[in-house]
């Protein structure tokens, strides 16, 4: 497919229409349909198989890096840190230095999965009201589009970390692909030139972020022509050299606070030294026998999966068959319940008190559920964040790897928006973050992405934004069998459940359970969004349910491997062009 993300969404959209026409897509769902819709995706869409590993990412060129790191030698940390690293150059719109992120690890050796925290934070200058006019309303422009809307960077201390803790390769060594490709330059595909130039209105105000990704006269790259990074080399090279400390404490960490002083930035020299990954405790549920672990806060990803897993385990969802009306009406009530809670309950928990514990419990969600009406959409008006104290006792990309010892990583990261800020730090050719618009600028306004959050996720310095990100690793007794993720804002919550639920519901093969078509409820606005490939029989019994159905744009671009006995199964979305699953 060529000519950009839109296109492929179009194309993607024009393909699950033609797949509910051959019934793939339920309508009253009975054994034999479900069957029938799950052999139809399967017969379509094949799963990559290697032997010894596999390397899942959102673009082809560092998917090959990761599995070149394996084939040397390289174990599922070394193949993702360079995989990190070489994204910030492939695949700048969500690839980055500038950003942060989450990484979940699970050590073979060990038999331990830990969850890497390396979110942005706000710089010590930031506060509550920061971003509030003189009439006490948001700025979107000074929180999305300015200096003032990045935060502290963590992808350069996170993937450092993740390779000084648990892999097996220099830092050098894992770092020399990413260097070649942004000195030699890469090919500019279809897609980065469709982006770019979608996004030219958010580098036009800054002349280095212009200098950077367009020609010398100003005009856009064409694909199939060489864009050389050469600013981002450097960096790079730094960093292979001197460490972290380069990004953080070096010349790197000077020319970003210059760069900050410069346009009335708030990050100085001393928030970059004083920033710092966290390793936490993966958030862990179970559901139908296989254990899900995923990322804890400020992630609201592992919770609110875990939560609607919760809720949906009491619901013979199998039986009602993939998207059929009840099994969506269903997903989208659970959905609802979920997002209300994560507008009060969940923020950066080292600064305030996230109930982990009652969000996930089982006794939290039998309760929600009595609250599901089987007949009638509960209006979003209706719906208010609950109570789970008594019950206690956060543009981006993903990619999945596993190796032959089942060493596996599930890791997203972000710079926000697609190209973030879209400002270059001076000299080093790496893009800035718009994360701190991910806080709560305003108890009770939505973010970009239409999310309410509360005082939970007000802005307050050293803390850290409120995520959706979902790493997630599922395990059946103790083993993993699977790795999955997702871009998409405030989608990637419920695009990574329905991955999850597409394999262990439905039996679907790990690319059968990417490519079929994914419903979203956040609970505000008050819509069940919908990918087109829903029958107009199911739309129209969800709309006699009181769902007010809007078919929208394709959501999330999910990258996945899975564990089997004799060997490895993976594949990327393809409804983001440039993704490859690749093995050895």
């Known amino acids: 497919m060529t000519g950009g993300p839109a296109k492929t969404a179009r194309c993607v959209s024009a393909l699950f229409v033609m797949l509910a026409m051959g019934a793939?897509?339920?309508?009253?769902?009975?054994?034999?349909?479900?069957?029938?819709?799950?052999?139809?995706?399967?017969?379509?869409?094949?799963?990559?198989?290697?032997?010894?590993?596999?390397?899942?990412?959102?673009?082809?060129?560092?998917?090959?890096?990761?599995?070149?790191?394996?084939?040397?030698?390289?174990?599922?940390?070394?193949?993702?840190?360079?995989?990190?690293?070489a994204l910030a150059v492939t695949l700048p719109r969500a690839g980055n230095l500038g950003g942060g992120g989450f990484m979940l690890i699970h050590s073979a050796k060990s038999g331990e999965t830990v969850s890497l925290d390396y979110r942005e934070m706000a710089p010590a200058a930031a506060q509550k009201d920061m971003y509030l006019n003189a009439t006490g309303e948001v700025d979107s422009d000074k929180s999305r589009f300015s200096h003032h809307s990045v935060g502290v960077p963590g992808t350069v201390a996170g993937l450092t970390k993740a390779l000084a803790d648990h892999g097996s390769l220099s830092l050098a060594d894992v770092m020399a692909p990413a260097i070649a490709l942004a000195e030699e330059g890469i090919v500019v595909t279809d897609d980065m030139a469709a982006s770019l130039k979608a996004r030219r209105k958010r580098f036009e105000p800054w002349p280095e972020s212009m200098r950077v990704f367009f020609k010398a006269d100003g005009s856009a790259y064409e694909a199939g022509e060489r864009l050389v990074q050469s600013d981002l080399a450097w960096s790079l090279r730094q960093i292979a050299e001197n460490g972290a400390s380069a990004f953080y404490e070096g010349e790197i960490a000077r020319k970003i606070?210059?760069?900050?002083?410069?346009?009335?930035?708030?990050?100085?020299?001393?928030?970059?030294?004083?920033?710092?990954?966290?390793?936490r405790q993966p958030v862990r549920g179970t559901y139908?026998?296989?254990?899900?672990?995923?990322?804890?806060?400020?992630?609201?990803?592992?919770?609110?999966?875990?939560?609607?897993?919760?809720?949906?385990?009491?619901?013979?969802?199998?039986?009602?068959?993939?998207?059929?009306?009840?099994?969506?009406?269903?997903?989208?009530?659970?959905?609802?319940?979920?997002?209300?809670?994560?507008?009060?309950?969940?923020?950066?928990?080292d600064f305030?008190?996230?109930?982990?514990?009652?969000?996930?419990?089982?006794?939290?969600?039998?309760?929600?559920?009595?609250?599901?009406?089987?007949?009638?959409?509960?209006?979003?008006?209706?719906?208010?964040?609950g109570d789970p104290l008594p019950f206690e006792s956060n543009e981006t990309t993903h990619f999945s790897i596993m190796d032959k010892d089942?060493?596996?990583?599930?890791?997203?990261?972000?710079?926000?928006?697609?190209?973030?800020?879209?400002?270059?730090?001076?000299?080093?050719?790496?893009?800035?973050?718009?994360?701190?618009?991910?806080?709560?600028?305003?108890?009770?306004?939505?973010?970009?992405?239409?999310?309410?959050?509360?005082?939970?996720?007000?802005?307050?310095?050293?803390?850290?934004?409120?995520?959706?990100?979902?790493?997630?690793?599922?395990?059946?007794?103790?083993v993993p069998v699977f790795a999955t993720g997702s871009p998409g804002g405030s989608r990637i919550i419920s695009t990574t459940l329905q991955v999850i639920m597409n394999v262990i519901d439905h039996g679907m093969n790990v690319a059968a359970a990417q490519a079929a078509p994914r419903v979203h409820h956040q609970w505000l606005p008050d819509e069940l969004r919908v990918e087109v490939g829903l029958s107009p029989d199911t739309i129209a019994i969800l709309t006699g349910k009181g769902h007010r159905v809007v078919v929208k744009d394709a959501m999330g671009s999910t990258q996945s491997v899975m564990r089997a006995e004799n060997g490895f199964y993976g594949a990327s979305d393809p409804r983001r062009e440039g993704a490859l699953t690749l093995g050895y």
């Open 406 to 478: 089942s060493n596996v990583v599930a890791n997203t990261y972000t710079i926000n928006f697609s190209y973030g800020s879209g400002i270059v730090a001076e000299g080093t050719g790496i893009l800035l973050n718009n994360e701190m618009d991910d806080f709560s600028a305003k108890p009770g306004v939505p973010n970009a992405y239409g999310l309410i959050g509360g005082e939970a996720n007000a802005i307050e310095a050293g803390k850290r934004p409120l995520s959706s990100m979902s790493p997630t690793i599922v395990f059946k007794d103790g």
């Open 257 to 279: 606070a210059d760069a900050m002083s410069a346009h009335g930035g708030p990050i100085t020299l001393d928030d970059l030294a004083a920033y710092a990954p966290r390793v």
């Open 24 to 85: 793939v897509i339920l309508a009253p769902p009975t054994s034999i349909a479900q069957e029938a819709a799950i052999v139809s995706l399967q017969d379509i869409f094949h799963p990559v198989y290697a032997r010894n590993g596999m390397v899942a990412t959102q673009e082809a060129r560092a998917t090959r890096v990761g599995v070149e790191i394996l084939e040397k030698g390289g174990n599922a940390v070394d193949a993702a840190v360079a995989v990190g690293f």
């Open 352 to 385: 305030a008190k996230v109930p982990v514990k009652g969000l996930i419990s089982k006794e939290y969600a039998a309760a929600l559920r009595e609250r599901i009406d089987r007949n009638r959409a509960t209006p979003s008006n209706a719906v208010a964040p």
């Open 288 to 349: 139908r026998g296989f254990e899900i672990a995923s990322m804890p806060p400020p992630s609201s990803g592992g919770v609110h999966i875990i939560q609607i897993l919760n809720i949906l385990e009491g619901f013979p969802i199998g039986y009602l068959g993939h998207n059929g009306a009840e099994t969506i009406h269903l997903m989208a009530e659970a959905m609802k319940l979920a997002y209300a809670d994560r507008s009060r309950h969940l923020g950066d928990p």
